[in-house]
């Protein structure tokens, strides 16, 4: 049996619970939520214990919210990625351009105290 997602309104984890409710004189399985106040639960009857579980852990919407999540951060990270690269390299220009100015300030003084 798959694990119980956790209540899709608070995100308390979810438990099943049996009860006999009177009017069925029947084993019926329920799947709550723990949180006071919170009244999430499976309360259909005559479903089976499979059946709840199946029906508890049916969330399409949920579930490509979660895909899209999901893609949205695979493509954060190739862009952090890209642009550590990116900026790996501007480093490497930054500094090849100081060597250059510390060479045009060291010819730039030696000719000048040439003149002086
Ligand atoms: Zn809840």
Not at 32 to 60: L, S
Not at 72 to 81: H, R, S
Request: with cysteine; charged share 30%; aromatic share 10%.
């Amino acid at each position: 049996m798959s694990k119980l997602k956790p209540c899709p309104f608070c995100g308390k984890p979810a438990y099943l619970d049996n009860v006999f409710p009177p009017l069925y004189k029947i084993q019926e399985w329920i799947i709550r939520c723990p949180t006071h106040g919170c009244f999430c639960n499976t309360d259909e009857p005559h479903i089976d214990k499979i059946g709840k579980v199946i029906a508890w852990n049916t969330r399409p919407i949920e579930d490509e919210l979660r895909a899209e999540l999901e893609k949205t951060i695979d493509n954060f990270e190739i862009y952090v990625m890209q642009t550590g690269e990116e900026i790996d390299v501007l480093r490497a220009e930054n500094e090849r351009l100081r060597e250059c100015i510390q060479y045009f300030q060291q010819t730039l003084k030696v000719r000048t105290e040439g003149i002086a």
